[in-house]
């Protein structure tokens, strides 16, 4: 394998970065103006000169092994700083042709120049473009990891108003339920009503299910057990608004309400906690 070319590009890409990055940048944004004009042209600039520094230092030192680690650290890095700018994925991908165009365009005017072996331009490839490639993917995957965080964050608030204990009085608070209780949130409200129920140091809970219409054995369950764990940590639970559809679907499911507290209505749930409504 050739030593030269590599380390003639690579010596090439050493000297002049900073005019290739500023090059890739000007051709990229004359066609792609508006692609990204809420990120600096001294902040792609500088990017992309650290990128090419790492390609630079490869080629000249011949390493191959584990070389995607460098340019895959670019590449994530580059994706937060797009993110941050408000640029996204699609417009971000855009620029990947014009880096590889300008890079490829230098290539081929050293190889040119002194006179390489065509053999040497084909090893010259090999060697280039998986590293582009690899940028690329670690440039995606720091998209992903910021659309899956702010999903995950949406699902949190979302889970937190979904699980509202009200407080009433000083030892009272109200966990009103609406909508379909799945396994994952009923699951929630376990958790979040020990944790609350205790941090407020309450003596009752009235869980409101008015708003629920449809429940299965595996919430039902988890009820029951959030009723049994806040009779350990001694708060008792009183269950109202349980309508007639849902009451033949538990006791369908072979559900007894015999060890628990079970008002009809609101009103009556929070007589039997000793709230006054006037």
Same mark, same amino acid.
């Given at each position: 394998?050739?030593?030269?070319?590599?380390?003639?590009?690579?010596?090439?890409?050493?000297?002049?970065?900073?005019?290739?990055?500023?090059?890739?940048?000007?051709?990229?944004?004359?066609?792609?103006?508006?692609?990204?004009?809420?990120?600096?042209?001294?902040?792609?600039?500088?990017?992309?000169?650290?990128?090419?520094?790492?390609?630079?230092?490869?080629?000249?030192?011949?390493?191959?092994?584990?070389?995607?680690?460098?340019?895959?650290?670019?590449?994530?890095?580059?994706?937060?700083?797009?993110?941050?700018?408000?640029?996204?994925?699609?417009?971000?991908?855009?620029?990947?042709?014009?880096?590889?165009?300008?890079?490829?365009?230098?290539?081929?005017?050293?190889? /040119?120049?002194?006179?390489?072996? @065509? +053999?040497?331009? #084909? =090893?010259?490839? &090999?060697?280039?473009?998986?590293?582009?490639?690899? %940028?690329?993917?670690?440039?995606?995957?720091?998209?992903?990891?910021?659309?899956?965080?702010?999903?995950?964050?949406?699902?949190?608030?979302?889970?937190?108003?979904?699980?509202?204990?009200?407080?009433?009085?000083?030892?009272?608070?109200?966990?009103?339920?609406?909508?379909?209780?799945?396994?994952?949130?009923?699951?929630?409200?376990?958790?979040?009503? /020990?944790?609350?129920?205790?941090? @407020? +140091?309450?003596? #009752? =809970?009235?869980? &409101?299910?008015?708003?629920?219409?449809?429940?299965? %054995?595996?919430?039902?369950?988890?009820?029951?057990?959030?009723?049994?764990?806040?009779?350990?940590?001694?708060?008792?639970?009183?269950?109202?608004?349980?309508?007639?559809?849902?009451?033949?679907?538990?006791?369908?499911?072979?559900?007894?309400?015999?060890?628990?507290?079970?008002?009809?209505?609101?009103?009556?749930?929070?007589?039997?906690?000793?709230?006054?409504?006037?």
């Amino acid at each position: 394998m050739s030593v030269t070319l590599l380390q003639d590009v690579g010596n090439g890409f050493k000297e002049k970065k900073h005019d290739i990055s500023r090059e890739i940048v000007q051709v990229f944004s004359g066609e792609h103006e508006r692609s990204f004009n809420r990120l600096a042209e001294e902040t792609l600039t500088g990017e992309f000169e650290k990128l090419i520094g790492i390609i630079s230092e490869r080629m000249m030192t011949q390493d191959t092994s584990d070389f995607g680690d460098d340019v895959f650290r670019w590449g994530k890095s580059f994706g937060r700083v797009v993110i941050r700018s408000g640029v996204n994925v699609e417009e971000g991908l855009l620029i990947v042709p014009f880096f590889r165009k300008v890079l490829i365009r230098h290539i081929r005017t050293i190889f /040119l120049e002194n006179d390489h072996a @065509m +053999e040497d331009y #084909f =090893i010259m490839a &090999d060697f280039l473009h998986p590293m582009i490639d690899q %940028t690329v993917y670690a440039f995606t995957e720091a998209y992903v990891e910021h659309h899956n965080a702010s999903f995950q964050h949406a699902k949190d608030e979302l889970m937190e108003l979904s699980v509202p204990l009200v407080p009433l009085t000083e030892d009272v608070a109200i966990l009103p339920i609406i909508g379909t209780i799945d396994t994952h949130r009923s699951q929630e409200l376990l958790i979040k009503a /020990l944790n609350k129920g205790r941090e @407020m +140091e309450l003596s #009752f =809970i009235i869980i &409101d299910l008015s708003g629920v219409h449809m429940i299965d %054995t595996a919430v039902a369950h988890n009820l029951f057990q959030l009723h049994d764990a806040l009779k350990v940590i001694g708060i008792t639970a009183v269950f109202s608004g349980v309508r007639p559809e849902l009451a033949q679907t538990m006791v369908s499911l072979g559900i007894s309400f015999d060890q628990m507290k079970v008002c009809g209505t609101l009103p009556r749930a929070l007589r039997l906690t000793g709230v006054s409504l006037t």
